[in-house]
Protein backbone atom coordinates (compact mmCIF):
# COMPACT_ATOMS: atom_id res chain seq x y z
CA UNK A 1 0.00 0.00 0.00
CA UNK A 2 3.36 2.38 0.89
CA UNK A 3 4.46 1.74 -2.49
CA UNK A 4 1.73 2.06 -4.68
CA UNK A 5 0.90 5.87 -2.31
CA UNK A 6 4.85 6.64 -3.17
CA UNK A 7 3.88 6.07 -7.37
CA UNK A 8 1.07 8.52 -7.06
CA UNK A 9 2.39 10.56 -5.61
CA UNK A 10 2.94 13.78 -7.87
CA UNK A 11 6.46 14.40 -9.45
CA UNK A 12 8.86 17.22 -8.85
CA UNK A 13 8.70 20.03 -11.58
CA UNK A 14 12.62 19.50 -12.14
CA UNK A 15 11.40 15.64 -12.92
CA UNK A 16 9.39 17.81 -15.73
CA UNK A 17 11.45 19.53 -16.93
CA UNK A 18 14.38 17.04 -17.27
CA UNK A 19 12.07 14.67 -19.25
CA UNK A 20 11.13 17.96 -21.34
CA UNK A 21 14.38 18.28 -22.05
CA UNK A 22 15.45 14.86 -23.14
CA UNK A 23 12.55 14.72 -25.48
CA UNK A 24 13.93 18.22 -27.04
CA UNK A 25 17.48 16.90 -27.48
CA UNK A 26 16.70 13.25 -28.47
CA UNK A 27 14.14 15.04 -31.50
CA UNK A 28 17.32 17.32 -32.64
CA UNK A 29 19.83 14.66 -32.20
CA UNK A 30 17.61 11.97 -34.37
CA UNK A 31 16.63 15.42 -36.98
CA UNK A 32 20.47 15.96 -37.03
CA UNK A 33 21.53 12.55 -37.83
CA UNK A 34 18.55 11.87 -40.29
CA UNK A 35 19.14 15.12 -41.95
CA UNK A 36 23.08 13.56 -42.63
CA UNK A 37 21.67 10.25 -44.09
CA UNK A 38 19.68 12.84 -46.02
CA UNK A 39 22.30 14.63 -47.50
CA UNK A 40 24.37 11.86 -48.65
CA UNK A 41 21.20 10.42 -50.70
CA UNK A 42 19.37 14.19 -52.01
CA UNK A 43 21.85 15.03 -54.85
CA UNK A 44 20.69 11.65 -56.74
CA UNK A 45 16.90 12.17 -55.27
CA UNK A 46 17.35 16.11 -56.54
CA UNK A 47 18.46 14.65 -59.50
CA UNK A 48 15.51 12.12 -60.08
CA UNK A 49 13.20 14.50 -58.88
CA UNK A 50 14.30 17.10 -61.84
CA UNK A 51 13.72 14.02 -64.02
CA UNK A 52 9.76 14.24 -63.20
CA UNK A 53 9.82 17.86 -65.28
CA UNK A 54 8.42 17.86 -68.60
CA UNK A 55 9.35 20.92 -69.97
CA UNK A 56 8.79 20.96 -73.61
CA UNK A 57 10.43 17.95 -72.96
CA UNK A 58 13.65 19.69 -72.92
CA UNK A 59 15.84 19.66 -69.87
CA UNK A 60 17.86 22.19 -70.80
CA UNK A 61 15.61 25.15 -69.93
CA UNK A 62 16.55 23.85 -66.44
CA UNK A 63 19.73 26.09 -65.07
CA UNK A 64 21.62 26.41 -61.93
CA UNK A 65 23.02 30.13 -62.28
CA UNK A 66 25.22 29.61 -58.77
CA UNK A 67 27.06 26.53 -57.66
CA UNK A 68 27.15 27.57 -54.03
CA UNK A 69 23.00 28.02 -54.30
CA UNK A 70 22.86 24.34 -54.90
CA UNK A 71 25.25 23.05 -52.09
CA UNK A 72 22.76 25.58 -50.23
CA UNK A 73 19.36 23.67 -51.51
CA UNK A 74 21.31 19.93 -50.68
CA UNK A 75 21.65 20.79 -47.14
CA UNK A 76 18.05 22.54 -47.04
CA UNK A 77 16.85 19.70 -48.43
CA UNK A 78 18.65 17.40 -46.28
CA UNK A 79 17.69 19.40 -43.13
CA UNK A 80 13.69 19.37 -43.86
CA UNK A 81 13.74 16.10 -44.94
CA UNK A 82 15.73 15.31 -41.65
CA UNK A 83 13.33 17.42 -39.39
CA UNK A 84 10.37 15.52 -41.55
CA UNK A 85 11.60 12.19 -40.33
CA UNK A 86 11.91 12.90 -37.08
CA UNK A 87 8.45 14.00 -36.37
CA UNK A 88 6.92 10.70 -36.23
CA UNK A 89 9.17 9.80 -33.41
CA UNK A 90 8.76 13.12 -31.54
CA UNK A 91 4.62 12.33 -31.51
CA UNK A 92 5.83 8.74 -30.07
CA UNK A 93 7.78 10.78 -27.73
CA UNK A 94 5.48 13.37 -27.08
CA UNK A 95 2.42 10.95 -26.43
CA UNK A 96 4.91 9.47 -23.76
CA UNK A 97 5.83 12.56 -22.05
CA UNK A 98 1.83 13.83 -21.52
CA UNK A 99 0.53 10.54 -20.71
CA UNK A 100 0.94 10.44 -17.25
CA UNK A 101 -0.73 13.77 -16.85
CA UNK A 102 -3.74 12.95 -19.32
CA UNK A 103 -7.01 12.04 -17.90
CA UNK A 104 -8.13 8.70 -19.59
CA UNK A 105 -11.05 10.28 -21.65
CA UNK A 106 -7.83 12.51 -23.13
CA UNK A 107 -5.97 9.38 -23.97
CA UNK A 108 -7.57 8.05 -26.92
CA UNK A 109 -7.90 11.36 -28.80
CA UNK A 110 -4.07 12.90 -28.48
CA UNK A 111 -3.00 9.51 -29.59
CA UNK A 112 -5.24 9.49 -32.69
CA UNK A 113 -4.19 13.24 -33.41
CA UNK A 114 -0.55 12.52 -33.49
CA UNK A 115 -1.08 9.30 -35.32
CA UNK A 116 -2.74 11.05 -38.16
CA UNK A 117 -0.34 13.54 -38.37
CA UNK A 118 2.63 11.21 -37.95
CA UNK A 119 0.84 9.50 -41.05
CA UNK A 120 -0.39 12.53 -43.05
CA UNK A 121 2.39 14.94 -42.54
CA UNK A 122 5.07 12.28 -44.82
CA UNK A 123 2.25 12.14 -47.06
CA UNK A 124 2.01 16.05 -48.18
CA UNK A 125 5.18 16.22 -48.49
CA UNK A 126 5.55 13.44 -51.13
CA UNK A 127 2.54 14.73 -52.87
CA UNK A 128 4.31 18.17 -52.87
CA UNK A 129 7.48 16.81 -54.44
CA UNK A 130 6.37 14.28 -56.82
CA UNK A 131 3.36 16.12 -58.25
CA UNK A 132 2.28 19.59 -56.88
CA UNK A 133 5.63 21.04 -57.47
CA UNK A 134 6.28 19.59 -61.14
CA UNK A 135 2.52 20.09 -61.75
CA UNK A 136 3.19 24.01 -60.74
CA UNK A 137 6.53 24.44 -63.52
CA UNK A 138 4.85 22.33 -66.34
CA UNK A 139 1.98 25.15 -65.64
CA UNK A 140 3.77 28.19 -65.46
CA UNK A 141 5.53 26.56 -68.94
CA UNK A 142 2.32 26.79 -70.47
CA UNK A 143 1.85 30.60 -69.59
CA UNK A 144 4.85 31.92 -70.40
CA UNK A 145 5.76 31.00 -73.96
CA UNK A 146 6.94 33.83 -76.09
CA UNK A 147 7.58 33.07 -79.81
CA UNK A 148 11.50 33.44 -80.95
CA UNK A 149 12.51 33.92 -77.28
CA UNK A 150 14.13 30.94 -75.25
CA UNK A 151 13.02 30.41 -71.55
CA UNK A 152 15.31 29.71 -68.52
CA UNK A 153 14.12 28.15 -65.15
CA UNK A 154 16.55 28.37 -62.30
CA UNK A 155 16.75 25.04 -60.44
CA UNK A 156 17.57 26.70 -57.44
CA UNK A 157 14.08 29.22 -57.04
CA UNK A 158 12.48 25.81 -58.47
CA UNK A 159 13.91 23.68 -55.17
CA UNK A 160 13.25 27.06 -52.98
CA UNK A 161 9.36 26.74 -53.78
CA UNK A 162 9.19 22.93 -53.11
CA UNK A 163 11.06 23.64 -49.76
CA UNK A 164 9.12 26.59 -48.87
CA UNK A 165 5.45 24.95 -49.74
CA UNK A 166 7.40 21.65 -47.52
CA UNK A 167 7.75 24.20 -44.50
CA UNK A 168 4.49 25.72 -44.32
CA UNK A 169 3.03 22.39 -44.33
CA UNK A 170 5.39 21.25 -41.40
CA UNK A 171 4.54 24.64 -39.70
CA UNK A 172 0.80 23.93 -40.72
CA UNK A 173 0.23 20.89 -39.17
CA UNK A 174 2.35 20.94 -35.84
CA UNK A 175 0.23 24.23 -35.28
CA UNK A 176 -3.29 22.52 -36.10
CA UNK A 177 -1.83 19.22 -34.10
CA UNK A 178 -0.77 22.05 -30.84
CA UNK A 179 -3.97 23.71 -30.73
CA UNK A 180 -5.69 21.07 -30.88
CA UNK A 181 -3.79 19.43 -28.09
CA UNK A 182 -4.70 22.49 -26.14
CA UNK A 183 -8.13 22.17 -26.36
CA UNK A 184 -7.96 18.42 -25.35
CA UNK A 185 -6.06 18.77 -22.51
CA UNK A 186 -7.21 22.90 -21.28
CA UNK A 187 -9.84 23.92 -22.35
CA UNK A 188 -11.71 23.47 -19.05
CA UNK A 189 -9.26 25.00 -16.27
CA UNK A 190 -8.41 27.47 -19.08
CA UNK A 191 -5.08 26.21 -20.43
CA UNK A 192 -6.11 26.73 -24.05
CA UNK A 193 -6.59 30.10 -23.57
CA UNK A 194 -3.63 31.07 -22.25
CA UNK A 195 -1.67 28.80 -24.61
CA UNK A 196 -3.95 30.05 -28.07
CA UNK A 197 -2.40 33.30 -28.46
CA UNK A 198 1.57 31.88 -27.39
CA UNK A 199 0.89 28.81 -30.57
CA UNK A 200 -0.55 31.44 -32.74
CA UNK A 201 2.33 33.91 -32.20
CA UNK A 202 5.72 31.48 -32.55
CA UNK A 203 3.29 30.11 -35.39
CA UNK A 204 3.17 33.90 -36.86
CA UNK A 205 6.81 34.22 -36.47
CA UNK A 206 8.64 31.09 -37.85
CA UNK A 207 6.24 31.90 -41.07
CA UNK A 208 7.65 35.45 -41.52
CA UNK A 209 11.15 34.18 -40.57
CA UNK A 210 11.71 30.59 -42.25
CA UNK A 211 9.92 31.10 -45.28
CA UNK A 212 12.45 31.27 -48.42
CA UNK A 213 12.61 34.15 -50.70
CA UNK A 214 11.05 33.18 -53.38
CA UNK A 215 7.44 33.91 -51.49
CA UNK A 216 9.08 37.39 -50.91
CA UNK A 217 5.67 39.67 -51.07
CA UNK A 218 3.42 37.00 -49.77
CA UNK A 219 4.99 35.95 -46.42
CA UNK A 220 2.58 38.16 -44.01
CA UNK A 221 -0.22 37.49 -46.24
CA UNK A 222 0.18 33.36 -46.49
CA UNK A 223 1.08 33.44 -42.56
CA UNK A 224 -2.13 35.17 -41.66
CA UNK A 225 -4.04 32.58 -43.97
CA UNK A 226 -2.76 29.49 -42.90
CA UNK A 227 -2.50 30.39 -39.30
CA UNK A 228 -6.79 31.42 -39.49
CA UNK A 229 -7.62 28.29 -41.46
CA UNK A 230 -5.33 26.43 -38.77
CA UNK A 231 -6.80 27.80 -36.28
CA UNK A 232 -10.48 27.54 -37.57
CA UNK A 233 -10.04 23.66 -37.72
CA UNK A 234 -8.87 23.51 -34.51
CA UNK A 235 -11.82 25.30 -33.13
CA UNK A 236 -14.34 23.55 -35.22
CA UNK A 237 -13.29 20.07 -34.21
CA UNK A 238 -16.01 18.59 -31.97
CA UNK A 239 -13.78 17.11 -28.87
CA UNK A 240 -16.20 14.76 -26.31
CA UNK A 241 -15.16 14.47 -22.33
CA UNK A 242 -13.70 17.60 -20.99
CA UNK A 243 -15.02 19.67 -24.16
CA UNK A 244 -17.65 22.22 -23.81
Given amino acids: MTEQMINLEPKPMENHLQELYSLVKNTILFASISAIGWSIVSPQLLTDWVN ?81 VPYMVKYANGLSQIENISVKYDLFEIVNLALGLTLMATISFILTTSLILSRIIGEVDGIYTWLRPRIIIISFGLFIIMIPSVFEGLRITLAFVIIYASDLFARSIPLAGNMN
Fill in 52 to 132: LFNIADNIDQLSIYSPFNWIEVKWSFSIMMGIITAFPLFSVMLYRFSKPGLYPNELFPVKIILIVNSLLLPFSIFLIWAWG
